[in-house]
């Protein structure tokens, strides 16, 4: 993602597809008005194009939970992970550790990229409680340290109406299994 910002031509596309969904989608967000949503991310160029980079991936980020005090929450909301980050492997010293086939790019690296943070186990069982999400596909979710140390990486689905969380190493990708992001504003 370049340092540019968005064209104005973008910008309101990319407000506009947020409005609707935003208004499609009341049971994720009580308390919230899309007007004050809307000044809020014309203040925030930077934010901005972390939602767009959220959606252009298939991410389709929406405001997510109560409104609180002086945060708004924007979340991947896709069905099914994000189409377009999928088949990545966890970090770079999984990346680095592949001796054949790898992937073409990372999660953290891509994460860090978009300007956005990873999904946490909670973040996941907290999305979850807002809708269905991974019926068919995984995500991959921000792992603690004491487990990334030992190779290993944490991902979650939902299955037989249960949100589930697994485990990995964390150099294996699969074409089913992406991530979620989580922008705060």
Known sequence: MSNK????A??????NTLKV??????QRHSGFVWSDIEKILTANPQKLRSLYQMEVSGGEPDVVGDCPKGNIVFVDCSKESPLYRRSLCYDRNALDSRKSNPP????MDVVALM???LLTEEDYLWLQTF??????????LK?????RSLGGAIFGDRRYSRVFIYHNGAESYYSSRGFRTILKI
């Open 5 to 8: 910002t968005l064209s104005s």
């Open 10 to 15: 973008s910008q309101c596309e990319l407000i």
């Open 21 to 26: 969904r935003f208004e499609n989608n009341p």
């Open 104 to 107: 073409v790019a990372n999660v």
């Open 115 to 117: 300007g956005v943070e």
């Open 131 to 140: 809708g269905e999400f991974d019926l068919k596909s995984s995500s991959w």
């Open 143 to 147: 792992t603690p340290t004491e487990i």
